[in-house]
């Protein structure tokens, strides 16, 4: 049987081959662990207040990031991530967005997100607005969007006449409150295109055909919209509303809508309008003006929209608010009983001391 070579009598080669070979692994497994530390250690500083996002505005440098990293203390090791995006060329690949950036990120795994990997969308909800500052404000707190830039589309007539077949006035009823995911990186004018994709997307051949047995376009039922949400939050009694609205255009009555009021003075803050309100000069006094106004009064919702397309079918010309302030309103065929009613909703404003 063969015997085995013990150290002491192994020939010289063999024991410079063992040491050598030792060496080997050793150094073979230092590199790897620097590797290791280097491209997939996680580099990620864990934030105790939820999740990290790094914003990335369009234009900006390498060097711009980098400053962005550390003001914002986003790495554990800002030195090892440079390494690393200067060995994968990413100074000249800047890509603008917004990205999330978990705790177990590596260098390799985050230069790779910054140069091929999906921004993390931004998600919000569009509140109902009256004018357009107030829509502006909204957008710019959400997006990297300008809002100077989406102030000046806004106003754009000839733009929005070809683009959208809106003017400076209508514009506003493309504009649907609710849920919206973009890019955080937006521009102003893709968030036009969205919101008009959006818009698009709510008209419906069956919603077309609602507004057509109205005799109403889709602009002139936001419009109408727009009022009926001013009147009430009430579900139920939206479509009713709308079905008042809908006989006095059919008669040739004027809307005589309060909320048109309050729209034309710039102040929805009033509870009581006066006789006085009702001789301002504005095309969106409906006391003075027969038929629409010329544009939204607010950002009509969803199921303001649908409150018109389906109104109540009913023989109502006249609704006052109730007196006990529940949101609901009293409705009448006649002038004479809505008249009653109107004298009980003043004597409530009345004994609560509400002039205005």
Not at 133 to 158: I, M
Not at 199 to 221: C, E, I, K
Not at 328 to 339: I, L, N, P, R, V
């Amino acid at each position: 049987m063969t015997q085995p070579i013990s150290p002491k009598s192994a020939p010289l080669w063999w024991r410079v081959a063992r040491v050598l070979l030792v060496v080997l692994l050793l150094a073979g497994g230092a590199v790897l662990y620097q590797g290791w530390l280097l491209l997939w250690k996680p580099n990620v500083t864990a934030s105790a207040f939820g999740p990290a996002y790094l914003y990335i505005r369009t234009g900006s440098s390498y060097q711009a990031v980098l400053d962005s990293l550390r003001k914002h203390e986003l790495l554990r090791d800002p030195a090892t991530f440079e390494r690393v995006a200067r060995w994968r060329n990413y100074p000249s690949q800047v890509r603008p967005g917004r990205y999330l950036l978990t705790p177990e990120l590596g260098n390799s795994a985050l230069v790779e997100k910054l140069l091929h990997g999906p921004q993390d969308t931004v998600a919000f909800t569009l509140d109902a607005f009256k004018y357009k500052p107030q829509l502006v404000r909204q957008v710019a707190r959400q997006l990297e969007a300008d809002s100077g830039q989406l102030r000046r589309l806004l106003n754009d007539n000839g733009l929005l006449l070809r683009r959208y077949h809106l003017d400076t006035t209508t514009i506003l009823t493309m504009f649907l409150p609710g849920a919206y995911r973009l890019e955080w990186n937006t521009s102003a004018a893709q968030f036009l295109d969205s919101a008009a994709a959006m818009h698009h997307r709510f008209w419906t051949v069956q919603r077309r055909q609602q507004a057509d047995s109205l005799g109403l376009s889709p602009t002139q039922v936001h419009v109408l919209a727009s009022i009926v949400q001013r009147e009430t939050s009430e579900p139920t009694d939206k479509p009713i509303i709308a079905g008042v609205y809908l006989n006095r255009l059919r008669t040739g009555m004027r809307l005589q809508a309060d909320p048109t009021l309050l729209w034309a003075i710039g102040n929805f803050g009033v509870k009581r309008v006066l006789n006085k309100d009702k001789l301002v000069d504005s095309p969106y006094n409906t006391y003075k003006h027969k038929g629409l106004p010329p544009g939204p009064i607010t950002s009509a919702n969803r199921s303001s929209l649908n409150a018109v397309l389906k109104p109540a079918a009913h023989k109502f010309y006249f609704f006052c608010a109730r007196p006990d302030h529940s949101g609901f309103s009293d409705f009448a065929e006649t002038y004479a009983q809505h008249k009653q009613y109107a004298r009980k909703y003043q004597h409530t404003l009345d004994s609560l001391k509400i002039l205005r």
